[in-house]
């Protein structure tokens, strides 16, 4: 192979980012596993690139991992999972935000992911946040942390995790 072929070769590869995070190690994280959160996350507003890691046994668990912080990442459990019968409810801003038609009602699992942060501390019964979920545009990756104070949802909604990954 010639220097002008092995040149081309090497410029038509595409190199996928290696990115460190503090409880997954090194991975692996291309350009279109990435989910864009315009406005962050409350709390964490300057961080508004996040993508998705699985860890083997832990499902239905996500884990929302920033790329731009390694120690920033998020449980997160599907809202369904946890309330069959959850109500998301959307202003017109967050649909337009989400990049949603304002005039339709988003179907959870067809048109977004909507799940609750999970928390859990020494010795405690983990907890869901209902009450603010993460909803994500499911065709173009854009993602906001919606907070209802009126929604009628607890943002210490009590998990019996193995009840929940039970059900899945």
């Known amino acids: 192979m010639d220097a002008e072929k092995a040149t ?93 038609p304002i005039d339709l009602k988003p179907v959870i699992g067809r048109d977004v992911l909507c799940a609750a942060m999970v928390c859990s501390g020494d010795q405690q019964t983990p907890t869901a946040n209902l009450m603010s979920p993460v909803v994500i545009n499911l065709q173009t990756r854009v993602g906001l942390q919606v907070i209802h104070g009126d929604s009628g949802y607890s943002y210490r909604h009590s998990l019996n995790l193995q009840e929940a990954v039970l059900q899945c």
């Open 8 to 100: 081309e070769l090497l410029f038509n590869i595409v190199l996928m980012p290696r990115v460190p995070t503090k409880f997954f190690g090194e991975v692996d994280c291309s350009d279109d596993a990435l989910y864009s959160f315009p406005s962050g996350l409350p709390g964490f507003e300057g961080h508004r690139s996040f993508f998705f890691l699985e860890s083997p046994g832990a499902e239905p668990l996500l884990f929302l991992q920033s790329a731009s912080a390694s120690s920033l990442c998020f449980v997160l459990l599907p809202v369904l999972v946890i309330d069959h019968a959850y109500d998301l409810s959307l202003t017109p801003e967050e649909l337009t935000e989400l990049q949603l």
